[in-house]
T-cell receptor
Framework: GAVVSQHPSRVICKSGTSVKIECRSL??????MFWYRQFPKQSLMLMAT?????????EQGVEKDKFLINHASLTLSTLTVTSAHPEDSSFYIC????????????FGPGTRLLVL | GQNIDQPTEMTATEGAIVQINCTYQ??????LFWYQQHAGEAPTFLSYNVLDGLEEKGRFSSFLSRSKGYSYLLLKELQMKDSASYLC????????????FGKGTRLHILP
């Protein structure tokens, strides 16, 4: 399967700071990338869909001004958690699809965020 | 709307067979996925069904009945490493083909 990387794998930050998470498709061009959040023992919750060169589409209840998504190229999408709070502590996972999401998605290894 | 149901937890014995069921309700069904997720890791793809019937891949098989809104994942010759969560996910063409996940089934394998 295709390879998707995420960086960093783990981050600890102070409340009020911003954190940027990168998602890269290493061996294919991802026209669409998805960002998920997963709390302990819960399922993956889709936060937003990002398409290369256009604005991200956010799911209901997800604050677009708090979770900034940039899909600047066909291999890179970034999620910035702005003014992080302890309740933002979670496991953030990106996935990438090659043709508008019509094929299966390939997941990155995830980023564990802890906000103190 | 969309609703995906699967059991929260299951327990099985090493070497045995286990079937994990998933029922779904969606307005624009366009495929069903099964993923495996070990604790603290991202999901890995197991199977994809879009037509009725059984798809077999080694020790894992997945079945789909679109008319019943039902799927199952069958794991044979269970190994300890199969202890994980198994996520049923449905792609919805009425939601731009996004893949929406169920809450997952935590499978415990006993020696």
């Amino acid at each position: 399967g295709a390879v998707v990387s995420q960086h960093p794998s783990r981050v600890i930050c102070k409340s009020g700071t911003s954190v940027k998470i990168e998602c890269r498709s290493l061996d294919f061009q991802a026209t669409t990338m998805f960002w998920y959040r997963q709390f302990p023992k819960q399922s993956l919750m889709l936060m937003a869909t990002s398409n290369e060169g256009s604005k991200a589409t956010y799911e209901q209840g997800v604050e677009k001004d708090k979770f900034l998504i940039n899909h600047a190229s066909l291999t890179l999408s970034t999620l910035t958690v702005t003014s992080a709070h302890p309740e933002d502590s979670s496991f953030y996972i990106c996935s990438a699809a090659s043709t508008g999401g019509r094929e299966t998605q390939y997941f990155g290894p995830g980023t564990r965020l802890l906000v103190l | 709307g969309q609703n995906i149901d699967q059991p929260t937890e299951m327990t099985a014995t090493e070497g045995a067979i286990v079937q994990i069921n998933c029922t779904y309700q969606t307005s624009g069904f366009n495929g069903l996925f099964w993923y495996q997720q070990h604790a603290g890791e991202a999901p890995t793809f197991l199977s994809y069904n879009v037509l009725d019937g059984l798809e077999e891949k080694g020790r894992f098989s997945s079945f789909l009945s679109r008319s019943k809104g039902y799927s199952y994942l069958l794991l044979k010759e269970l190994q300890m490493k199969d202890s994980a969560s198994y996520l049923c996910a449905v792609r919805d063409q009425d939601r731009d083909d996004k893949i929406i996940f169920g809450k997952g089934t935590r499978l415990h394998i006993l020696p």
